[in-house]
């Protein structure tokens, strides 16, 4: 990408360079808008510098009902993001703490939890509950990957008994929400968390602020789904602007890690 | 009445029709007689064949036998409980303290209604975040007292609103999976009729699950799949094929332990049959669990969801 760039915010359509965006990990430096961020940015923004270590990035899905048009679809996300699935995950450090650490990348067919996903977030689960680590996981789905049908849904069942188990031990389950975060992804491993932290302005919920105009023919509130709005309602712990999450989650685990 | 149905609704009439008139012509039994032949061969015809989508519109039969029909049938008692306790009792899901064939039981299941007021009441079987935290409430009792967990499930889904996200629905559902997967004791779950995604899955992260021949396990309604997918939600028959959402396809992928057989043409044809096909499942799988240890069945249950999943090992790592 060239740093010269100009591009516009499309929220405050004010002129941003492109590479001040980027050195702000895709905040507007104009109006702190957070842009959706790279997976492998986040492990970046989050972990110590070398800490971090992959694991199971070898696991690509299959495509377990022939679902038409689905190894395409996979193909063009895997060149377009150069990750296996939409997920990051493996272990690093935070603030010289090790942690087990899932981080979802919403370009990777809209953050769609798949079987890897689930499995891929069962076992950085069970690496946490195994060499006693908390866990941090970072969400960004537009919910189930209906290519997979009921594999997709039962993921949902597989972060649940791997969670379950690790909740019996003293080490916490830190969730963060980004934009946007919903469906099954919501309704499964990311809100069945100890600590639920949402970036600013993140939408997060089960079913689509469009599902539901759709649905109800009613007009939704401003601000409808929003980590403000799912604050206020008493669903998430703290909003943490992007570029002070590591030192808020360094202080966190200060108290729990 | 469905569309497929049509020839056989067509032929019952003219059956009807033929017998009304029968009194004055005797001539007229020959016909009737062949008549009832060719109905009962169009009705081996269109319901031993029918395809993914339209098992969906036998799920969603207005007078498929639901949560009411089971309970009222099956029940020696039930001793229904209510609330939350933190917001309101939602009518859409609906369980209790349940004895079913000498059995004492924690029965839930989603609750369709059985007229336009119940129904409407019901939210057609479409929970808010309080009808999940009733339910948990009832996994919570099930554990402390030691009842099986049955459920029955029909839902289209988690009720998409306003309320239901102001109230948290994905963190309710989220909290019934955790607690399930935890409950120690035997969960044993019906599919009955729809089974729509996390609302239905928030009730069958079970040690069996059984599922009517005509009903349906979907992580989305075939009509929004299609539009999502093929942006025409027209094209919900391709989907629902695709989706292979259908009893005997969930079966074969793993996720289903047995099917269990409806009467020709479906459950609202002879709802007693069907009933009693559910009542004989449940009566033979509570008695085979009825020995398990709390850690044999938790560990079972790991096990049974740890594994699902599709993929492959590639060589190398990713680049991420």
């Known amino acids: 990408m060239d740093a010269t760039v100009f591009t516009k915010c499309e929220r405050c359509k004010q002129p941003v360079y492109e590479k001040d965006l980027r050195a702000r990990f895709n905040v507007c430096p104009n109006c702190e808008f957070h842009y959706p961020l790279p997976a492998p940015e986040r492990v970046r923004l989050l972990t110590d510098a070398g800490s971090f270590e992959e694991r199971d990035g070898e696991l690509a899905a299959g495509d377990p009902l022939g679902f038409e048009g689905y190894p395409d679809r996979l193909r063009s996300a895997r060149e377009k993001t150069g990750l296996g699935d939409a997920i990051l995950s493996g272990v690093g450090e935070i603030g010289g703490r090790r942690v087990a650490l899932a981080v979802m990348d919403f370009r990777f067919i809209g953050g769609s939890m798949g079987s890897v996903v689930g499995e891929r977030v069962a076992r950085t689960v069970e690496l946490a509950r195994a060499e006693g680590l908390p866990l941090v996981t970072v969400s960004a789905s537009g919910g189930a990957r209906m290519f997979e049908g009921i594999y997709s849904l039962m993921q949902m069942a597989k972060t649940s008994v791997a969670l379950s188990r690790f909740m019996e031990g003293s080490k916490p389950y830190i969730s963060i929400l980004t934009d946007p975060t919903f469906g099954g992804v919501t309704a499964s491993f990311a809100t069945a968390a100890d600590i639920i932290i949402a970036e600013p302005g993140a939408r997060v919920g089960f079913a689509g602020a469009r599902v539901i105009e759709q649905t109800t023919k009613e007009r939704l509130p401003e601000g409808f789904q929003t980590a403000e709005f799912q604050r206020e309602h008493g669903m998430v712990d703290r909003i943490v602007h992007r570029l002070a999450l590591k030192g808020d989650l360094e202080r966190l685990l200060g108290f729990v890690g | ?320």
């Open chain 2, 1 to 320: 009445m469905l569309d497929f149905e049509r020839p056989i609704k067509e032929l019952e009439e003219r059956i009807a029709e033929l017998h009304r008139l029968a009194g004055e012509s005797e001539g007229l039994q020959a016909e009737i007689s062949r008549l009832e032949e060719a109905l009962e061969a169009a009705r081996r015809r269109i319901y031993t064949n029918l395809s993914p989508y339209q098992r969906v519109q036998v799920a969603r039969h207005p007078e498929r036998p639901n949560f009411r029909a089971y309970r009222d049938a099956l029940c020696e008692d039930f001793y229904e409980l209510s609330g939350d306790r933190h917001y309101g009792d939602d009518a859409a899901v609906r369980g209790g303290f349940a004895r079913i064939r000498g059995r004492n039981v924690v029965l839930i299941g989603h609750d369709k209604g059985a007229d336009v007021k119940s129904r409407v009441e019901g939210n057609f079987g479409m929970a808010h975040p309080e009808g999940y935290r009733k339910v948990k409430r009832l996994y919570g009792l099930a554990a402390r007292f030691g009842l099986p967990v049955v459920t029955l499930v029909d839902t289209p889904g988690a009720f998409a609103g306003r309320g239901a996200e102001e109230r948290g629905q994905a963190w309710a559902i989220s909290e019934d999976l955790m607690a399930l997967a935890a409950v120690p004791v035997p969960v044993v779950s019906v599919i009955i009729g729809e089974g729509g995604s996390g609302g239905a899955l928030a009730m069958c992260l079970a040690d069996y699950l059984g599922m009517l021949e005509n009903s349906y396990l979907s992580v989305i309604a075939p009509e929004a799949c299609a539009s999502i997918i093929f942006r025409d939600s027209s094209r919900a028959p391709e989907a629902a094929e695709a989706l292979k959402l259908t009893a005997r396809d969930l079966k074969e992928h793993g996720v289903v332990d047995e099917v269990l057989p409806e009467p020709l043409g479906g459950a609202h044809r002879d709802p007693e049959a069907a009933i009693r096909a559910v009542g004989e499942a449940l009566e033979r799988v509570l008695a085979g669990v009825s020995g398990s240890s709390p850690e044999d069945l938790l560990k079972r249950r790991y096990a049974r969801y740890r594994r699902i999943g599709s993929y492959q090992r590639l060589p190398g790592p990713s680049s991420g």
